[in-house]
């Protein structure tokens, strides 16, 4: 089992203090802490290695660009893609779901046809298809959900995705769906439901965001035909991301953005343009973080995900089991097997008092519509309080939870 006590040391976060009491951080799924590996490795690129990367003939370039291409075949071999072409940079979850709506849209897309996205989505899964909606037409039909936060279509027990069959039309052109709902913790039975798909022809887009850092992906199992998630959810740095593709998918895809890197000649004339993956990469990678997200990803896999997903498994089920022993808790999502999110209100109490207070606590919560309108209006809120768990957690930190939520609601 993990080491949790020599693995906090790794973050040195955990250890300060805020209001004059030990930080608990449990809003992870908004970012995770990163750990000194992490930001040694990028102090030490911009101090040794700093060049700009691909164009460079000089030393210091081709160093750059070894390391960030050796990122690109580290998180080919983590969610173990076929191959690197299949491994698109970007800017993190949002811009690579925008990149697939802008261009997917534009290739296969046409007035009328429909995308189906689920009930408990993140507003990055959502606008960037309103938005071709009101420019070309297209249709966002959603999936509901039950109470419990499960798709009504693979609630039957047996996390079956056949359900999904019923909601596909002649004008269905793509599923895209959350692995992880972050505001739930539901789990979606992505497999199945990719494996639905393609029976009837459709290609399925999966917002890894939420179980990337959870636990272990492979694509070619899931057969899914695109993939994201993003650095700073998983360790990583900020303001880098993946969008995984199948090469036959991206092949046929429009570039998302020009400029420089994605092309292969430019005149007046005309442009042609890069090989995969480059010809989605317009402008300057951010190629030092790149370097840190491959050593988040080693960083996690030297713990094994199984381990890190079972760790927090179980913090996930203490956490509920104590809250239900809270005068007037309601707890939103409480699907089998949800993950490492625990959303809820106590009585009358406004979200942001009880996020409020708890922080005066040194518990460190999310609080709001956690970017999901739609789930609120669909749980009947205007938002919750959300405590989300990482591989550095602990029952102790839990338990510190549980006593300041009490404590908050005795002064209501």
């Not at 019923?166 to 494996?195: F, M």
């Not at 899931?222 to 969008?243: E, N």
């Not at 519509?369 to 739609?374: D, E, Q, R």
Request: hydrophobic share 40%; charged share 20%; net charge negative.
């Amino acid at each position: 089992m993990l080491d949790i006590a020599t693995i906090r040391q790794d973050f040195p976060i955990l250890q300060r203090q805020v209001y004059g009491r030990p930080l608990v951080y449990l809003d992870n799924a908004a970012t995770t802490q990163k750990p000194l590996c992490v930001l040694d490795a990028m102090r030490e690129e911009y101090l040794n290695v700093n060049a700009n990367v691909h164009r460079g003939v000089h030393y210091l370039s081709q160093q750059a660009t070894d390391l960030h291409e050796a990122a690109r075949e580290r998180v080919r071999a983590f969610i173990n893609a076929r191959s690197t072409n299949e491994i698109v940079f970007t800017r993190g979850t949002t811009e690579a779901i925008n990149l697939v709506a802008s261009s997917f849209c534009e290739a296969f897309m046409h007035e009328g046809d429909e995308v189906l996205v689920t009930d408990m989505e993140h507003h990055s899964n959502i606008v960037p298809w309103q938005l071709q909606a009101q420019r070309r037409g297209i249709v966002v039909r959603h999936l509901p959900i039950t109470d419990r936060g499960e798709l009504q279509c693979c609630s039957d027990g047996t996390a079956s995705g056949e359900g999904v069959a019923a909601y596909i039309t002649p004008r269905t052109r793509l599923i895209s769906l959350c692995h992880v709902s972050n505001v739930l913790g539901t789990v979606n039975p992505v497999a199945q439901i990719v494996k639905t798909a393609h029976e009837h022809g459709i290609p399925v887009m999966i917002d890894a965001a939420q179980s990337a850092p959870h636990m272990a992906l492979d694509v070619q199992a899931l057969d899914c035909d695109f993939l994201c998630f993003s650095g700073h959810k998983m360790y990583g740095p900020t303001g880098i991301g993946v969008l995984y593709g199948k090469e036959q998918w991206l092949d046929r895809l429009p570039p998302y953005q020009g400029g420089g890197e994605m092309i292969d000649r430019v005149s007046w004339e005309k442009t042609t343009f890069e090989q995969l993956p480059f010809k989605f990469e317009a402008g300057t990678p951010d190629y030092v973080a790149t370097h840190g997200l491959a050593t988040a990803i080693d960083y996690l896999c030297t713990l094994d995900m199984d381990e890190v997903n079972a760790h927090e498994q179980e913090l996930t089920r203490y956490c509920m089991a104590q809250m239900k022993t809270i005068d007037g808790i309601r707890l939103f999502g409480e699907a089998e097997g949800k993950d490492a999110v625990v959303s809820f209100l106590v009585g009358d109490i406004h979200h942001l008092d009880m996020g409020t207070l708890l922080d005066r606590l040194g518990i460190a919560v999310r609080t709001g519509h956690h970017c999901a309108h739609p789930l609120m209006d669909r749980l009947g809120v205007t938002g919750t309080v959300r405590a989300s768990f990482a591989l550095y957690n602990t029952k102790d930190e839990v338990d510190a939870l549980i006593a300041a939520i009490r404590r908050v609601s005795k002064m209501f």
